[in-house]
T-cell receptor
Framework: EDQVTQSPEALRLQEGESSSLNCSYT??????LFWYRQDPGKGPEFLFT?????EEKEKERLKATLTKKESFLHITAPKPEDSATYLC???????????????WGAGTKLIIKP | DGGITQSPKYLFRKEGQNVTLSCEQN?????MYWYRQDPGQGLRLIYY???????QKGDIAEGYSVSREKKESFPLTVTSAQKNPTAFYLC??????????????FGPGTRLTVL
């Protein structure tokens, strides 16, 4: 069964303390892996798409990496405004009728204390 | 400005009542989706539509209905058959890239509460 697991469920960091969030996946072929940021009471905001192992993408203090089994979202010197829930989703190589569906993880709630 | 709008932001439903959530996009995206989000869980797909006048059930379609009469609009009706509708509902859309769909973009959400 296709599955996406995110860890930890919650992460508290001090401002400036770098860390990583994990998204591990089990799918029968990966078409793409997506990272989103979600603030409380709002819709998810798209961050990155990764397509193949070894690929990396960066945006400000965030850097996403991908291996054949997992993806990491590295956050460097975070600020309080980086506090949010980070969601990971995978698009699997399924039949043509369902190649647009995403499998979602439950998210990691990140809290950055000033 | 291009984007996805959802209305209302908050919605209250009485027992036995049907309610409709609105979703409109002006991004000229092909596919549209409805998700349900509950605390501590990943997004769960309710319905999706790739083209006008066509839609498919997702993982949790029971108690919900949709229509896609226009490319820009994909309303969701929560019927009285949905026994636990209190949740945060998210609408999304995406552009077809020729061989697959690209990243999904989301609206601001509607929070539905059963009284």
């Amino acid at each position: 069964e296709d599955q996406v697991t995110q860890s930890p469920e919650a992460l508290r960091l001090q401002e400036g303390e770098s860390s990583s969030l994990n998204c591990s996946y089990t799918v029968s072929g990966l078409r793409g892996l997506f990272w989103y940021r979600q603030d409380p009471g709002k819709g998810p905001e798209f961050l990155f798409t990764l397509y193949s192992a070894g690929e990396e993408k960066e945006k400000e203090r965030l850097k996403a990496t991908l291996t054949k089994k997992e993806s990491f979202l590295h956050i460097t010197a975070p600020k309080p405004e980086d506090s949010a829930t980070y969601l990971c989703a995978v698009q699997a190589l399924q039949s043509m009728d369902s190649n647009y569906q995403l499998i979602w993880g439950a998210g990691t709630k990140l809290i950055i204390k000033p | 400005d291009g984007g996805i709008t959802q209305s209302p932001k908050y919605l209250f439903r009485k027992e036995g009542q049907n309610v409709t959530l609105s979703c409109e996009q002006n991004l000229n995206h092909d596919a549209m989706y409805w998700y349900r989000q509950d605390p501590g869980q990943g997004l769960r797909l309710i319905y999706y539509s790739q083209i006008v006048n066509d839609f498919q059930k997702g993982d949790i379609a029971e108690g919900y209905s949709v229509s896609r009469e226009k490319k820009e609009s994909f309303p969701l009706t929560v019927t009285s058959a949905q026994k636990n509708p209190t949740a945060f509902y998210l609408c999304a859309s995406t552009l077809y890239g020729g061989s697959s769909y690209n990243e999904q973009f989301f609206g601001p959400g509607t929070r539905l509460t059963v009284l």
